[in-house]
């Protein structure tokens, strides 16, 4: 391990940086999910393992990442979403309720397993997107960030392997189905397909960007769980329900954002903490092929509520991203807007809802952080300053 240190802040976040990149543009040519995302994270972890003190990511940083990820979320609150939402709202809760009692049993078992904390296994069965999922884990007290990572990263992985296979199957009988769906999902699908474009950013980006920074703080005022998620997130929203149009952000601004949340999630990483490591990697695949097949059974229980497609109906249901699951739903002319609607509702009943039942369910102990990531704050150049 090379223990020399780098005493300039600005030189340790510049090798930072082009590790990230590094990791990103393999993970990229690997086509890896999600690459700008695992890529960084992976290098920042290596690399600051390899080299402790030389690699530090401004928590600023961070939250200005977080605040562009929120604000495309915010985005995702179009008129149709909305419609879709509104329409199924029921079965949405319903179903969104009986994912997460299933996800919650399911940790029960790898914690008894796995012999480790339930609150942690818990986050770990929680079925968001990775990224609100790793931040949601980060902001919350007595989590081993490590443990949840490494089982988030393994169920996406095997969702985004097995979902395509299991969709293009003939088990799902999506000839059958599918077809009579293609009108329903060409307005979204047609919105979606609409190119970003750096010089169709302006006027509009500017005031969505000061909207966004004003709600990120104030969510952060008002104690607000992952607030600059949650607050760009808000504002956005509601700038589109007035009707003003948010313009889409270029690739280059999202690989951007998810590259400062990978660093910073890379270097709170300590694989010394990662309990039993091969129990904790087999039982984070197992609960993966749970979660899996929990989701087959709901989408059969939609399918005699809703006259939709099995296809339609996995998509809509398995919690592997909204970006992954709408980009199948659209190859397969499977119901783009139900997709995109339940799947933006699991985000948001997750963003939302799910940090108060967590407060409910764990009355508040001790303040204090879990230990890998004390020593995290604690050590200068380890990952970010406090806030």
């Given amino acids: 391990m090379i223990t020399k240190s780098i005493r300039s802040q600005p030189a340790r976040i510049l090798v930072s940086l082009l590790s990230a990149i590094i990791g990103g543009v393999l993970f990229e040519w690997l086509h890896i999910p999600v690459p700008w995302l695992l890529g960084p994270m992976v290098a920042a972890l290596i690399g600051s393992s390899v080299w402790k003190e030389g690699y530090h990511w401004p928590m600023s940083v961070r ?3 977080m605040i562009t990820v929120g604000y495309t979320m915010g985005l995702a609150m179009t008129g149709e979403a909305l419609r879709e939402i509104g329409s199924q709202l029921p079965y949405m809760v319903i179903m969104t309720a009986l994912l997460l009692l299933y996800c919650a049993c399911i940790a029960y078992v790898v914690s008894k397993l ?37 089982t988030q990263v393994m169920r996406l992985m095997m969702i985004v392997i097995c979902v395509p296979l299991l969709v293009y199957s003939p088990f799902l009988g999506l000839a059958e189905g599918a077809g009579n769906e293609a009108a329903a999902s060409e307005p979204l699908a047609a919105a979606t397909a609409e190119a970003a474009s750096w010089s169709g950013l302006f006027p509009n980006v500017l005031l969505f960007a000061a909207v966004s920074i004003v709600f990120a703080f104030a969510g952060q005022k008002l104690k607000l769980p992952t ?7 808000i504002g956005a929203s509601l700038l589109q329900f ?90 397969v002319d499977a119901d783009l807007s139900m997709v995109t609607g339940y799947q933006l509702f699991r985000i948001f009943f997750i963003l939302f809802i799910v940090p108060l039942l967590w407060r409910f369910l764990f009355k508040p102990g001790p303040s204090r952080r879990s230990g890998e990531e004390l020593k995290t704050r604690d050590a200068g150049g380890d990952a970010h300053n406090t806030e």
């Fill in 227 to 233: 607030a600059f998620l949650l607050g760009p997130l």
């Fill in 242 to 331: 007035l009707g003003v149009h948010g313009p889409a952000l270029p690739n280059g601004m999202i690989n951007a954002a998810q590259l400062s949340i990978g660093i910073y999630v890379g270097l709170m990483l300590k694989p010394a903490k990662l309990p039993n490591k091969l129990r904790t990697i087999t039982l984070a695949a197992f609960s993966g092929m749970l979660l899996i097949a929990g989701a087959i059974g709901l989408s059969l229980l939609l399918t005699k509520l809703e006259p939709v497609s099995l296809a339609t109906a996995l998509l809509s249901l398995a919690p592997g991203g909204m970006d992954q699951m709408g980009v199948i739903a659209h190859a």
């Fill in 63 to 65: 939250n200005a990442s």
């Fill in 114 to 150: 796995s012999k480790s904390d339930y609150k942690t296994a818990l986050m770990s069965s929680i079925p968001g997107g990775l990224s609100q999922v790793l931040i949601l884990a980060e902001e919350t007290k007595g989590i081993n960030i490590t443990v949840v990572t490494v």
